[in-house]
């Protein structure tokens, strides 16, 4: 796994210099790459392709929506990361570079106001995207009646008027977002915004074309058929279900820099299935269970990724309008002491994830000394069975019972069963009087139970959208779309609050609120329980060549990817 702390620290320093100076050079100051530069033009005669320009991969779950005012999931946002493309794309370093933006933008002195110029690009349908799309699609993310799940939570303020708008106070034209001509983009934002940049590589952030999205009306993104594209790739073979196909988009600006001419992606849940066909030279890429990453662990294809992904309990406290054990304090630090994450991580998952005993990931993020959050906020509850049946028995006493029945909301694949079979032995064995219903559902079914909080614990997990601590802080804010397990700490959304105003420009006082932040949603409340980082162990085709994998946001970017004769 490439190592992109220093990059992306940089990026960010430079990126928060911008504000601060606001002059000078804004494509030296902000460090991102250029989009001409050589390593992103296409392959030369040395390095392209004897073999056919079709990449194989395998997915675990279906796209629940690709939408980019709904969608809400890793899988949504993968997908939409390769076919559609913002006022910026992460390269293949995961630095912010831009995309519709024909280089940086002029930032004004306060760094509250962004002027974009979009350079010359097309709709796969032949439109020109322009200013007015950007406009369009980031007003329908924040109209209540859409139901956007990002559009609020990303822009209440950070974007003029969001909140208000929210509130119902002000009206969705008066989105501080404004198209001064087709080719002219003016943003203005209600705070300094150090990562603004990375942000604008998010799928929420997508252009929408409104005269198509409005002629297909409730079918707008239901079909592969009822979308058109603006990234590397448009999408076929979608018919709302199963599997998909990528096909290279010839409209696409950047469309020479593109190798790939397709990639075929079929949903397979099973890790033995997915083996066999990467054995059968039939996909090119799969992620074992642990079972096989034991077996391949000395095969010279394996590739080992630690993600910033991190998987928790989400905690209910009430559901279908009665409180539930878990309103008790007692029942969930009991819970979070229960269970022992290392023998999860290292016998369970076998994969290359390590115990989590925290919320932000570690290796993420970095103050400006390079330090990373981690160093400021440490580990928080962890493994204990004498503390948790202690806290177990004060938990029965007060709800006056001696048992309990408390259900586990969690995936179907093979490898989310297991997990979950694991965690109903372990808790069951170690807090006397609990049992497990485990309730195993495909993913958008679970995304649907979670939206209307219809679950008691809900085994889930988030991938950062920027790179900041408070993509990760902010889910467990009081009013975050989010958060949807019935929690609230005025304390803990205060901390969250000073970090995007009083302590908005102070880097360490920042990290150091998003640590008592963390401290009081892991340790005072217990109101989530952390249970692993996740790490991949993949077996990769040698031939696949610039498949970049990024931190946050899409997980991968297929724009440099290529076939090669021979591993390079």
């Not at 050079?25 to 079709?54: C, F, H, N, S, Y």
């Not at 965690?423 to 069951?428: A, I, P, Q, R, V």
């Not at 700490?489 to 908005?504: C, F, G, I, M």
């Not at 340790?523 to 994998?549: F, H, K, W």
Request: charged share 25%.
């Amino acid at each position: 796994m490439k190592n992109h702390k220093f990059m992306w620290l940089m990026s960010i320093l430079l990126v928060l210099s911008a504000f601060l100076a606001a002059c000078g050079d804004k494509k030296e100051e902000q460090g991102a790459a250029d989009p001409a530069k050589e390593e992103d033009k296409p392959a030369t005669e040395e390095t392209a392709k004897a073999l056919p320009q079709v990449l194989n991969l395998i997915e675990t779950a279906e796209i629940p929506s690709i939408d980019s005012s709904l969608s809400e999931d890793a899988v949504g946002f993968n997908v939409l990361n390769n076919i559609m493309e913002g006022l910026y794309r992460l390269d293949a370093d995961s630095l912010p570079t831009p995309g519709m933006a024909d280089g940086e933008p002029e930032i004004s002195e306060d760094g509250l106001t962004y002027t974009f110029k979009l350079r010359d690009a097309q709709w796969s349908n032949g439109t020109p995207v322009t200013a007015h799309d950007f406009v369009y699609a980031w007003q329908r993310a924040i109209d209540p009646a859409t139901g956007s799940p990002y559009g609020p939570f990303l822009m209440a303020g950070m974007i003029k008027n969001a909140t208000e708008i929210g509130a119902g106070t002000a009206e969705v034209a008066d989105l501080g977002v404004t198209a001064t001509d087709d080719k002219t983009l003016v943003v203005e934002l209600e705070r300094p915004v150090a990562y603004f940049l990375s942000l604008m590589s998010f799928g929420t952030f997508l252009p929408l074309n409104e005269e198509f999205v409005t002629a297909q009306g409730d079918k707008y993104a239901s079909t592969s058929d009822t979308m058109i594209y603006n990234g590397p790739f448009s999408l076929t073979a979608w018919d709302g279900t199963g599997n998909w196909k990528y096909v290279k988009n010839e409209k696409y600006w950047d469309a020479a820099t593109v190798q790939l001419e397709e990639i075929n992606v079929d949903v397979v849940k099973e890790t033995s299935t997915a083996v066999q066909l990467y054995e059968q030279g039939k996909k090119d890429r799969v992620t074992l269970s642990a079972e096989y990453a034991m077996q391949y662990a000395d095969d010279p294809n394996i590739i080992n990724e630690l993600e910033t992904a991190v998987f928790y309990f989400k905690l209910n406290q009430e559901r279908n309008g009665k409180a539930t054990p878990l309103a008790n304090a007692d029942i969930r630090k009991a819970i979070a002491r229960a269970f022992n994450k290392e023998e999860l991580a290292e016998a369970v998952l076998a994969n290359g994830s390590v115990a989590a005993n925290y919320l932000v990931a570690s290796n993420f993020t970095y103050d400006e000394n390079g330090k990373d959050f981690r160093d400021y906020s440490g580990e928080h509850t962890s493994y204990n069975v004498e503390e948790a049946q202690e806290y177990w028995a004060k938990g029965l006493a007060a709800l006056g019972v001696d048992k309990l029945e408390i259900e586990i909301l969690g995936g179907d694949t093979e490898n989310a069963k297991k997990q979950q079979e694991w965690f109903k032995s372990e808790l069951e064995r170690n807090l006397p009087g609990l049992t497990i219903k485990l309730k195993e559902v495909p993913f958008a079914v679970r995304l649907e139970l979670d939206d209307t909080s219809d679950f008691d614990i809900q085994s889930a997990g988030w991938g950062p959208d920027f790179q900041d601590p408070i993509s990760f802080i902010e889910l467990f804010v009081t009013t975050s779309p989010q958060n949807k397990m019935n929690y609230s700490n005025p304390a803990y959304d205060a901390l969250v609050e000073s970090t995007k105003t009083t302590l908005a420009n102070d880097p360490v006082a920042r990290f150091e609120a998003f640590a008592q932040a963390e401290k009081i949603l892991l340790d005072e409340d217990t109101a989530i329980v952390p249970t692993y980082q996740r790490g991949r162990m993949v077996l990769m085709n040698p031939n696949v060549q610039g498949l970049a994998t990024h931190p946050f946001g899409g997980d991968y970017s297929y724009k440099w990817t290529y076939i090669a004769e021979e591993a390079k």
